[in-house]
């Protein structure tokens, strides 16, 4: 099974700053790599889909790159709304695996 | 607007069931997978299975094979996920969640709460 590894766990920002988050899969994915954003008490939101494409009706200040095993999570600019946990997770016609997640919390 | 409706919050106890349902409206429930995701107090997201509900055809998670099932009831646009021999460590918020092909979870339900506790 491939495994998702996301780093780091718990990172501390401030508005107006450029966060980066990483998802690394135990072996090649290609680009089948989607990006999550969940809030407290609430259902996740698909951010980033086949790791670089924008969402529908997401900001864009959020970025998604890589292929392979290596891939990243870019928020340009960290607004008051973006303090949330982001998930990566591969998927493919009939599966799906997350990484164990990462808080973005003030500083 | 896609709407994936779950059923309300439940609590069991050690080795009973538990069947949780998705209600899908204004798309067809044949054209897209559904997938099965929990999450744990405080935890992580955990991807249980899939349902393709044209053909009712399934796959699940090694951890859950044997004790969960996934069914659907086209006639109401309703999927079901029933877990079976609970635990303590099954008690988590239960998702459906919409699949749209090459791209990911587009939709997800509510969430259902299922607690197990003696």
């Known amino acids: 099974d491939i495994q998702m590894t996301q780093s780091p766990s718990t990172l501390s920002a401030s508005v107006g700053d450029r966060v980066t988050i990483t998802c690394r899969a135990s072996?090649?994915?290609?680009?089948?790599l989607a990006w999550y954003q969940q809030k407290p008490g609430k259902a996740p939101n698909l951010l980033i889909y086949?790791?670089?494409s924008l969402e529908s009706g997401v900001p864009s200040r959020f970025s998604g790159s890589g292929s392979g095993t290596e891939f990243t999570l870019t928020i340009s600019s960290l607004q008051p709304d973006d303090f949330a946990t982001y998930y990566c997770?591969?998927?493919?016609?009939?599966?799906?695996?997350f990484g164990q997640g990462t808080k973005v919390e003030i500083k | 607007q896609v709407q994936l409706v779950q059923s309300g919050a439940e609590v069991k106890k050690p080795g009973a069931s538990v069947k949780v349902s998705c209600k899908a409206s204004?798309?067809?429930?044949?054209?897209?997978?559904m997938h099965w995701v929990r999450q744990a107090p405080g935890q992580g997201l955990e991807w249980m299975g899939i349902?393709?509900?044209?053909?009712?055809?399934?796959s699940y998670a090694q951890k859950f094979q044997g004790r969960v099932t996934m069914t659907r009831d086209t006639s109401t646009s309703t999927v079901y996920m029933e877990l079976s021999s609970l635990r303590s460590e099954d008690t988590a918020v239960y998702y459906c969640?919409?699949?749209?092909?090459?791209?990911?979870?587009?939709?997800w339900g509510q969430g259902t709460l299922v607690t197990v506790s003696s």
């Open positions: 349902i393709n509900p044209s053909d009712g055809s399934t």
């Open positions: 086949k790791a670089s």
């Open positions: 204004r798309y067809t429930l044949t054209s897209y997978y």
């Open positions: 997770q591969h998927y493919n016609s009939y599966s799906a695996t």
């Open positions: 072996q090649s994915i290609s680009n089948w």
């Open positions: 969640a919409r699949v749209l092909r090459g791209v990911g979870f587009d939709f």
